[in-house]
T-cell receptor, first 117, second 117 residues
Framework: DGGITQSPKYLFRKEGQNVTLSCEQN?????MYWYRQDPGQGLRLIYY???????QKGDIAEGYSVSREKKESFPLTVTSAQKNPTAFYLC????????????????FGPGTRLTVL | AQKITQTQPGMFVQEKEAVTLDCTYD???????LFWYKQPSSGEMIFLIY??????QNATEGRYSLNFQKARKSANLVISASQLGDSAMYFCAMRDIPTNTGNQFYFGTGTSLTVIP
């Protein structure tokens, strides 16, 4: 089945450590996204990528970094510069543009809950 | 400027009744897409329904329908015959078509729906 996988589901980090969240998709989508969600809040865009080897900052990119070396993979690194990284992180993908007969929606992974100890 | 506005932080509905979740959007583009997602307590984002700006008829998917009023820039979600399993957060989202931003999605702050037995 096509979809998006995120690992791990739960992640604990000590203050001052960098940590990388994995996101893999087999939907053949060009566009991939990372969102942060705090309890009871909406989704905030961290980074997005429309094509391999290219990505753009979202609304809250400070303290985060990404890479897009392969179409299928879009890992997110939470660096020690991120002051309050405890949150729920969602990865998503979509087709680029609106393709007739295609689905313009975003597909989401199951998410990773990051807790800083 | 906020592109998606959901003014109802929390809603309650009696089981088997219908409920409307409000969503207004802001765009100067003629081509765009509107989406609703459901997020249960597990955190996964479940796609519910999609409406294209040029679609003449309101979208329907089972018990979900989208009340699309283009002139008023509103895209309200109607859930008929509410079930206990409908209790969740609901997010309205928009995607612009123009190629330079056509792959970015904008989300509202969400509405928490509680279905009362």
């Amino acid at each position: 089945d096509g979809g998006i996988t995120q690992s791990p589901k739960y992640l604990f980090r000590k203050e001052g450590q960098n940590v990388t969240l994995s996101c893999e998709q087999n939907l053949n989508h060009d566009a991939m996204y990372w969102y942060r969600q705090d309890p009871g809040q909406g989704l905030r865009l961290i980074y997005y990528s429309q094509i391999v080897n290219d990505f753009q900052k979202g609304d809250i990119a400070e303290g985060y970094s990404v890479s897009r070396e392969k179409k299928e993979s879009f890992p997110l690194t939470v660096t020690s510069a991120q002051k309050n990284p405890t949150a729920f992180y969602l990865c998503a993908s979509s087709q680029t543009g609106f393709v007739m007969g295609g689905s313009p929606k975003q597909f989401f992974g199951p998410g990773t809950r990051l807790t800083v100890l | 400027a906020q592109k998606i506005t959901q003014t109802q932080p929390g809603m309650f509905v009696q089981e088997k009744e219908a409920v409307t979740l409000d969503c207004t959007y802001d765009t100067s583009d003629q081509s765009y897409g509107l989406f609703w997602y459901k997020q249960p307590s597990s955190g996964e984002m479940i796609f519910l329904i999609y409406q294209g700006s040029y679609d003449e008829q309101n979208a329907t998917e089972g018990r979900y329908s989208l009340n699309f009023q283009k002139a008023r820039k509103s895209a309200n979600l109607v859930i008929s015959a509410s079930q206990l399993g409908d209790s969740a957060m609901y997010f309205c989202a928009m995607r612009d078509i123009p190629t330079n931003t056509g792959n970015q999605f904008y989300f509202g702050t969400g509405t928490s729906l509680t279905v009362i037995p």
